[in-house]
């Protein structure tokens, strides 16, 4: 049986981004503590509306099954749960994340809903109800639906528009999105108080509002520094800096944790530190990362001196949402509504000058290729990941138009280990260098200003 290629961790290059570990662990552990308390808790989607907070203001303690499967795959403990999946039927196609978790909970279901032993980080405890999104992604419809066959728990779906570049423009579109949203978010309520047996707290969800934003605030003002060159971070510390932003945003040991990944990342940049020494490209990553080997990027770094300046628009916050929105609101359902269509829309201005729809997982990037002075794009698309892979060929194709920024193409997973090839994508980026050198000289041609 051929070797299995030694694990190489990720070199986080700031302090912060390898302490950030510590809130996924916590998060876990917090559920299985409600448990052994009697407390009620939820599995969710990473669902963007929100909802998740507004749960936890009513005294749920919710963990997500996709930052659970990234956490499988990041210690490659994740292929025993996707066989079990694949056992039951699922294809190997279907999302790593919902195979992860749909191992997982048959694993969880056969052991009499006690937590296997050896499950990674401690383990999910059985839920008490199930979160779901039908935002960006096909399988998110079905996913949480097909988890009846080891839980029986109620399914809530919170539906999101998803409008046009040109349509978010119509007139009376977007606040009659934002009404269809805010009737959403009271129908959730409802069912909260009656599975719960107990009524919102809103100064609670107020409160929780409250420390989210300014979290969210100093999220974005840390995505601002790194346009900074030379680079003051890399992709492989976001991605652990998204683990409190993204699911614990709400508690005030992330604000605090924030407040510190702020002043660590603006010293070096006020004193000219560069996460890569020598750094002599930058590129930009989309969409969803090998979390089994994120070494890879380290690799990458050390051989040709490229700095991941930015990446996976789906994970960061959106810029803070403009002050005229916020003003006289006094509903907290509508000011969610209102921050969650803003994630998805902040793009329709650049998706309307480019010519590009969606306006998810493309328009941003757009903007970013130039604000971060973007030398390539790698592409990472996934065979169980749909949403996130077809637009990467309509987003590599307008790059290289507009902007002479050229890609390259390395196919994977998100979580199945097994189906990325670690020495193509090194040789993929090998050859790819070159390609970066003739379109920088392209673009100082056509007078682009990087």
């Not at 509002?209 to 680079?231: E, M, N, Q, Y």
């Not at 670690?422 to 392209?442: P, S």
């Amino acid at each position: 049986m051929e070797e299995k290629k030694k694990k190489r961790s990720s070199a986080k290059t700031l302090q912060t981004a390898r302490e950030a570990g510590y809130f996924g662990k916590k998060m876990l552990a917090r559920t299985r503590s409600a448990v052994e308390a009697g407390q009620p808790v939820g599995w969710a989607m990473v669902e963007w509306w929100l909802g998740a907070t507004i749960a936890k203001a009513m005294g749920v303690e919710m963990v997500f099954p996709e930052n659970y499967g990234a956490f499988c795959a990041a210690s490659r403990t994740a292929e025993a749960n996707l066989d079990y999946s694949e056992s039951d039927g699922f294809p190997s196609t279907l999302c790593g994340y919902a195979r992860n978790c749909l191992g997982y909970t048959r694993r969880l279901k056969e052991n009499g809903f006690v937590i296997p032993a050896d499950a990674t980080g401690g383990g999910m405890p059985k839920p008490d109800f199930l979160l779901a999104c039908g935002a960006a992604c096909d399988a998110r419809y079905k996913w949480f639906q097909a988890l009846g066959r080891y839980l029986d728990v109620p399914v809530w779906l919170l539906e999101f528009p998803q409008t046009g570049s040109r349509e978010y423009f119509l007139p009376g579109n977007k606040e009659e999105n934002i009404r269809f949203m805010v009737g959403e978010l009271r129908s959730f309520v409802s069912f909260l108080e009656s599975l719960l047996g107990r009524k919102m707290d809103w100064d609670a969800l107020a409160e929780r509002l409250d420390i989210l934003f300014k979290t969210h605030a100093l999220a974005h003002a840390v995505d601002r520094l790194r346009l900074a060159v030379p680079s003051p971070a890399m992709s492989t510390d976001f991605w652990a800096l998204m683990i409190p932003h993204l699911y614990l945003p709400d508690d005030p040991e992330t604000l605090a944790f924030y407040g510190r990944v702020y002043d660590e990342v603006k010293y070096k940049v006020d004193h000219n530190i560069g996460a890569v020494p020598n750094e002599r490209y930058r590129m930009m990553f989309a969409e969803l990362p090998p979390w089994h080997t994120l070494g890879f990027f380290d690799e990458v770094a050390e051989r040709h001196g490229v700095a991941f300046a930015f990446e996976s628009w789906n994970y960061h916050v959106p810029p803070p949402l403009p002050a005229g929105e916020k003003e006289g609101i006094g509903d907290p359902l509508e000011l969610i509504a209102r921050y969650s269509y803003h994630k998805f829309h902040h793009g329709a201005d650049a998706g309307v000058k480019y010519g590009v729809d969606p306006i998810i997982f493309t328009a941003p990037y757009l903007e970013y290729v130039q604000d971060y002075r973007i030398d390539g794009l790698m592409c990472h698309p996934l065979v169980s990941c749909r949403p996130a892979t077809y637009t990467l060929m309509h987003l590599r194709n307008v790059l290289l138009e507009k902007f002479k920024v050229p890609s390259v193409v390395v196919e994977g997973d998100i979580v199945d280990m097994r189906v990325f090839n670690e020495e193509e994508a090194h040789a993929k980026m090998d050859a790819f260098i070159e390609t970066m050198d003739y379109h920088r000289e392209l673009r100082r041609k056509e007078g682009l200003n990087w």
